[in-house]
């Protein structure tokens, strides 16, 4: 299995800006699907954005135009540009990877997100 190990995550005030990492403990060359989602207090765990190797991407609506995910595939990383930010933003953000290499997906141990004036 992978290991996925996320950082960046803080405190931010509203229109603020955070950028995520998530690095991957190896590559996984094709066949995969890696990114984001997120759970706020009381809420179901929702997509944020994820990244194909064929690099189509796709994005929760709520954060389309403000978010933007991109990989280093030589860092086996893939980070989260969060701009914009705003107070329902704020959630636990987990990475995610998914691959038919793996046996199941693979979930990094999260980081927290919060935006408040």
């Known amino acids: 299995q992978v290991q996925l190990v996320e950082s960046g995550g803080g405190l931010v005030q509203p229109g603020g800006s955070l950028r995520l990492s998530c690095a991957a403990s190896?590559?996984?060359?094709?066949?995969?699907?890696m990114g984001w989602y997120r759970q706020a207090p009381g809420k179901q765990r929702e997509l944020v954005a994820l990244?194909?190797?064929?690099?189509?991407?796709t994005y929760g609506d709520s954060v389309k135009g403000r978010f933007t995910i991109s990989e280093d595939n030589a860092k086996n990383t893939v980070y989260l540009q969060m701009n914009s930010l705003k107070p329902e933003d704020t959630a636990v953000y987990y990475c995610?990877?998914?691959?038919?290499?793996?046996?199941?997906?693979?979930w990094g141990q999260g980081t927290q997100v919060t935006v408040s004036p």
């Open positions: 995610y990877l998914a691959s038919r290499w793996l046996t199941g997906p693979s």
């Open positions: 190896r590559s996984i060359f094709s066949d995969y699907t």
């Open positions: 990244m194909r190797d064929d690099a189509i991407t």
